[in-house]
């Protein structure tokens, strides 16, 4: 496999389902939750979340100090190992992507000697075979070819991400400073390694239970809930037995599964200040960011979702403002350059308009216009067709002349 391709990105992120989004999970520590116990599955439940009902499942043996909400912390945990497990899957990514390059290569090979042989025997117009082995811009045909088997192998690529994903992915952490260093925290406290082992086997034992799991348009067969149960997202945990050195996690893979859609990309680490910040960053990631805004909320059910207390309302409105003072210093430390390469796209911003009574809308604010639109778009990848690669032409945006362009130019002359 080609090393360079194998490159690991400047910023991790993680592919995160919007069932997740759309259902905050993240509690304050001082939050007391209300456990009780089942006989007959023998394990504690509590629900975290009450329209749609999102239930906690512990099972009898766990640990004292587990039986609680997930915190800021562990969501921020939560997040890593979603997104540590996504880079994991990356090399048979790659291996569908160079295997649909390749046949795409050789099939435009084929075609070449094909059309070379016509052109010999004389069964071919000279002016349209010089518009096949040539681009438009002059270029001779092995540069057409080469970005044939480019677009070959972002075909491919695309196509790995809708199968069903392995049962358990590994991954393998260097050490517990490389991980607070990753997460935000101070790389050498012994206290935040200990937390972060917590956080690790709170979700070795968590189970969540969706009264109402959303599933993509695509997907819905006239169903667009269903009632699902996620076993714990780690599967076994190795932890170093000295303090230092390698820590090897098993995740299980449909924790991870993106061949349904419905997910969101989200950079890594998130907001840990407070578990509102956390839960307002995860709910403005699930929507668009191109200048359309979050849902209307009404402002106390709103604030309830996010844990932010709503005894008085002076009380909710200044809890929201500083969960988003936190969401926006988080914006502000991205790098935007380094997310426009991994196709993420948020806002330098949110900020917070009233609509009505009571009601509130998210609209996000771009300070930067030097933004590449089509890389954000995903005009420039798969998902082109006739009509967009038409509309471009007559918007005067050439795509480059590809050897796509030149066999569906062919098809349409057919």
């Not at 435009?108 to 518009?131: N, P, T, Y």
């Not at 426009?340 to 996000?364: E, H, M, Q, W």
Request: glycine fraction near 8%; aromatic fraction near 10%; include cysteine.
């Amino acid at each position: 496999m080609n090393e360079k391709c194998e490159k690991k990105p400047k910023v991790l992120y993680a592919q995160i389902n919007k069932n997740f989004l759309n259902m905050p999970l993240a509690r304050d520590v001082r939050t007391a939750p209300e456990w009780w116990f089942s006989k007959k599955p023998g394990r504690w439940f509590c629900n975290v979340s009450r329209n749609p009902k999102v239930t906690l499942w512990l099972p009898s043996w766990t640990d004292e100090g587990l039986y609680r909400c997930p915190t800021a912390r562990d969501m921020n945990v939560f997040t890593y190992l979603l997104g540590a497990g996504t880079l994991a899957m990356e090399p048979a990514r790659h291996e569908h992507g160079f295997a649909e390059g390749k046949r795409y290569m050789e099939s435009v090979q084929d075609s070449r000697e094909q059309r070379s042989r016509d052109i010999k025997e004389g069964e071919v117009e000279s002016l349209w075979a010089d518009r096949w082995l040539y681009a438009e811009d002059g270029k001779a045909w092995e540069k057409p070819e080469v970005r044939a088997g480019r677009h070959g192998y972002k075909l491919g690529r695309a196509k790995a991400k809708e199968l069903p994903p392995p049962e358990f992915v590994e991954v393998s952490i260097r050490s517990w400073a490389a991980l607070s260093r990753t997460l935000g925290y101070s790389p050498n406290d012994p206290k935040v390694h200990r937390a972060l082992e917590v956080s690790l086997r709170y979700w070795q034992n968590l189970s969540l239970g969706f009264f109402k799991w959303y599933v993509s348009k695509k997907f819905q067969h006239g169903q667009p809930h269903i009632r699902r149960i996620l076993p714990p997202l780690i599967r076994s945990l190795n932890l170093p037995k000295s303090g230092r050195g390698k820590i090897t996690i098993s995740l299980r893979g449909e924790w991870i599964d993106s061949s349904q859609g419905n997910f969101a990309k989200i950079p890594v680490p998130i907001p840990k200040r407070s578990a509102a910040a956390v839960n307002l960053a995860f709910f403005l990631s699930a929507y668009s960011p191109s200048g359309a805004t979050a849902p209307v909320r009404d402002l106390k059910t709103f604030c309830e979702k996010m844990s932010i207390p709503t005894d008085t309302e002076s009380g909710a409105n200044a809890g929201l403002d500083r969960a988003l003072d936190v969401v926006n210093d988080w914006l502000s430390a991205l790098d935007k350059e380094e997310l426009t390469k991994a196709r993420i796209k948020l806002p330098d911003s949110y900020r917070i308009d009233a609509v009505g009574d009571g009601n509130i809308k998210f609209i996000g604010q771009w300070h930067h216009k030097d933004v590449d639109e089509d890389a954000l778009t995903g005009e420039s990848g798969e998902g082109l067709t006739r009509e967009s690669i038409r509309r471009r032409r007559e918007n005067g945006k050439s795509r480059g002349n590809t050897a796509w362009d030149l066999l569906r130019d062919l098809n349409e002359d057919d």
